[in-house]
């Protein structure tokens, strides 16, 4: 079985600073990794996914990801934090066979500081 | 917007009522996928649908049944709704030919309220 866990379910950082989410998985196979956004009263946004053919993944918005196995992570990152930043971060983990449902972490709420 | 859509966006119903959501999948995808949001439970997989038949189950309860028809499009039936079923549900498409690499589309979700 496969698992998420996502430290820290409230980050708060000041505009222009870094961005560090917290997700370390479970997954007794190689599992694909994504991060999705969620705006206030909208759906769920793919930001990036990793997917075994690069460890260093960009994705939209000026974010990215750092797959490292021996650390069992998948920490999202931006160098410089906007407002519209501000919003709910998935990660989600999925096996690279069989079922092909999305195991979510319980999310991390980024709030910015102006 | 993701093209995957969902009717309606809100709803608000008695308990031991029944209700039907509905999801059209982006264009051309097989794969539809229903996912609960809750605040206790967070966001877990209900169910899988691929090009008609049913793929995999996760935390659905017996109460709850779901379907996709010939056209793609999916409904997640709810019945015998108690306070508890009250949560976000979103639908989900994929192309349904790659495997598990394949990104998820969510759908804007409804908001169902049970009083």
């Known amino acids: 079985a496969q698992s998420v866990t996502q430290l820290g379910s409230h980050v708060s950082v000041s505009e222009g600073a870094l961005v560090l989410l917290r997700c370390n998985y479970s997954s007794s196979v190689p599992p694909y990794l994504f991060w999705y956004v969620q705006y206030p009263n909208q759906g769920l946004q793919l930001l990036l996914k990793?997917?075994?053919?690069?460890?260093l993944v960009k994705g939209i918005n000026g974010f990215e990801a750092e797959f490292k196995k021996s650390e069992t992570s998948f920490h999202l990152t931006k160098p410089s934090a906007h407002m519209s930043d501000a919003a709910e971060y998935f990660c989600?983990?999925?096996?690279?066979?069989?079922?092909?449902?999305?195991?979510f972490g319980t999310g991390t709420r980024l709030t910015i500081i102006p | 917007d993701s093209g995957v859509t969902q009717t309606p966006k809100h709803l608000i119903t008695a308990t031991g009522q029944r209700v039907t959501l509905r999801c059209s999948p982006r264009?051309?995808?097989?794969?539809v996928y229903w996912y609960q949001q809750s605040l206790d439970q967070g966001l877990q997989f209900l169910i899988h649908?691929?090009?008609?038949?049913?793929?995999a189950k996760g935390n659905i309860l017996e109460r709850f049944s779901a379907q996709q028809f010939p056209d793609l499009h999916s409904e997640l039936n709810l019945s015998s709704l108690e306070l508890g079923d009250s949560a976000l549900y979103f639908c989900?498409?994929?192309?349904?030919?790659?495997?598990?690499?394949?990104?998820?589309?969510f759908g804007p979700g409804t908001r169902l309220l049970v009083l």
């Open positions: 989600a983990v999925r096996l690279n066979f069989g079922n092909e449902k999305l195991t």
């Open positions: 649908y691929y090009n008609g038949e049913e793929r």
């Open positions: 989900a498409s994929s192309p349904g030919t790659s495997g598990s690499q394949e990104t998820q589309y």
């Open positions: 990793y997917t075994s053919a690069a460890t």
């Open positions: 264009s051309g995808d097989l794969s």
